[in-house]
């Protein structure tokens, strides 16, 4: 089954503690990418990637970091977290042909920074 | 700076009453324009995209869009909504350099 999976699903976490989102999708995708996603703003895309070792901002990169090591995973990492942080954060995966693309988006995790 | 607008926050309607949301986005070079669909509790789901030729794309669950490139705008329809309809409906628009904008979002409320 075709499918994009997060972990962990719902993280409460402390302030400056160092965390790590995974993502990781079954579909030999090129392009993945994180989206924060906060009440009446929509989502916001933190950073993208077009394929292995190549990697770009969005829109709000600040207080993130990402890799992509391999075609199949892009973890999110938060260094130092902080409250403003607080969101539900959702990982997607795309495959872009002509004129054509299949989107795959996560279940979602939703983080928690006291 | 590139941004993308839903003009409806929350839109009620009854069963098979005929249904159209609003974007617009304001990025002036060449775009693709998707909406996608997240129902309570669930993530984001495609229903339709644009990127170039015949502006008028038919997407799953008999949504359909419109783009109107001198209007910046792209609306998203359905003639007939069912109670299985509601949900969050976000419009977005992705530049060539794989810059990606949301906008709001529109809630869609269906009534039985």
């Known amino acids: 089954e075709a499918q994009v999976t997060q972990n962990p699903r719902y993280l409460i976490t402390v302030t400056g503690k160092k965390l790590t989102v995974t993502c990781s999708q079954n579909?030999?995708?090129?392009?993945m990418s994180w989206y924060r996603q906060d009440p009446g703003l929509g989502l916001r895309q933190i950073y993208y990637?077009?394929?292995?070792?190549?990697?770009d901002k969005g829109d709000v990169p600040e207080g993130y970091k990402v890799s992509r090591k391999e075609k199949r995973n892009f973890p999110l990492i938060l260094e130092s977290p902080s409250p403003n942080q607080t969101s539900l954060y959702f990982c997607?995966?795309?495959?872009?042909?002509?004129?054509?693309?299949?989107?795959?988006f996560g279940p979602g995790t939703r983080l928690l920074v006291l | 700076a590139q941004s993308v607008s839903q003009h409806n926050h929350h839109v009620i309607l009854s069963e098979a009453a005929s249904l159209e949301l609003g974007c617009n986005y304001s990025?002036?070079?060449?775009?693709?324009l998707f909406w996608y669909v997240q129902y309570p509790g669930q993530h984001l789901q495609l229903l339709l995209k644009?990127?170039?030729?015949?502006?008028l794309v038919k997407g799953i669950k008999g949504f359909e869009a419109e783009f109107i490139k001198s209007k910046f705008s792209f609306n998203l329809r359905k003639p007939s909504v069912q109670w299985s309809d509601t949900a969050e409906y976000f419009c977005?628009?992705?530049?060539?350099?794989?810059?990606?904008?949301f906008g709001a979002g529109t809630r869609l409320t269906v009534k039985p």
């Open positions: 997607a995966s795309s495959r872009r042909l002509a004129g054509s693309e299949t989107q795959y």
């Open positions: 579909m030999n995708h090129e392009y």
């Open positions: 990637s077009m394929n292995v070792e190549v990697t």
């Open positions: 990025y002036g070079g060449t775009v693709n």
């Open positions: 644009y990127f170039s030729g015949d502006p």
């Open positions: 977005a628009v992705r530049t060539r350099n794989n810059d990606m904008r």
